[in-house]
């Protein structure tokens, strides 16, 4: 699907800043910062700015292209994720590095969270559940000789 295309059904403006900033979101794995992305795009836009690349993430987190993971990055900062699929994170707590948990084990917990649990939240709480977000904690091991 044509960036242009994926603008238009969220209501996007489609400006050469945003698809500039949504090319280098979805070419990376690595759930960049907003910093980190700003040092990718500038190669390309050297008059792009750290606050429209700010704002550009914003724009995207509420239209659903993206999934902003807060606090994983240095200083807590936040990173970004623009695979739209929903699938779970490994996080280090030691590092804040992030990892995207393998697709068949991400389907298969959240394939196990039963719906009549969610609907019993849903109505003690009076809330309208969306989305489930999991994200797995703990440290990366040094693998053993």
Same mark, same amino acid.
């Given at each position: 699907?044509?960036?242009?295309?994926?603008?238009?059904?969220?209501?996007?403006?489609?400006?050469?800043?945003?698809?500039?900033?949504?090319?280098?979101?979805?070419?990376?794995?690595?759930?960049?910062?907003?910093?980190?992305?700003?040092?990718?795009?500038?190669?390309?836009?050297?008059?792009?700015?750290? /606050?429209?690349?700010? $704002?550009? @993430?914003? +724009?995207? %987190? !509420?239209?659903?292209?993206? =999934?902003?993971?807060?606090?994983?990055?240095?200083?807590?900062?936040?990173?970004?994720? /623009?695979?739209?699929? $929903?699938? @779970?994170? +490994?996080? %280090? !707590?030691?590092?804040?590095? =992030?990892?995207?948990?393998?697709?068949?084990?991400?389907?298969?917990?959240?394939?196990?969270?039963?719906?009549?649990?969610?609907?019993?939240?849903?109505?003690?709480?009076?809330?309208?559940?969306?989305?489930?977000?999991?994200?797995?904690?703990?440290?990366?091991?040094?693998?053993?000789?």
């Amino acid at each position: 699907m044509q960036i242009q295309q994926i603008f238009s059904e969220q209501g996007l403006r489609c400006t050469q800043q945003r698809k500039s900033v949504y090319r280098a979101l979805v070419s990376s794995h690595a759930h960049p910062t907003a910093d980190e992305l700003h040092r990718t795009v500038i190669l390309a836009n050297p008059g792009i700015s750290l /606050a429209t690349v700010y $704002n550009t @993430l914003e +724009a995207f %987190c !509420r239209a659903g292209l993206t =999934l902003k993971l807060p606090g994983t990055g240095t200083n807590g900062s936040a990173r970004f994720d /623009a695979a739209r699929d $929903n699938h @779970l994170h +490994a996080r %280090c !707590r030691r590092t804040g590095a =992030l990892a995207d948990v393998p697709a068949e084990f991400s389907k298969q917990i959240l394939g196990n969270i039963s719906p009549n649990i969610l609907k019993q939240i849903e109505k003690q709480l009076g809330f309208s559940i969306e989305q489930v977000h999991i994200e797995l904690l703990g440290q990366y091991q040094k693998p053993s000789p």
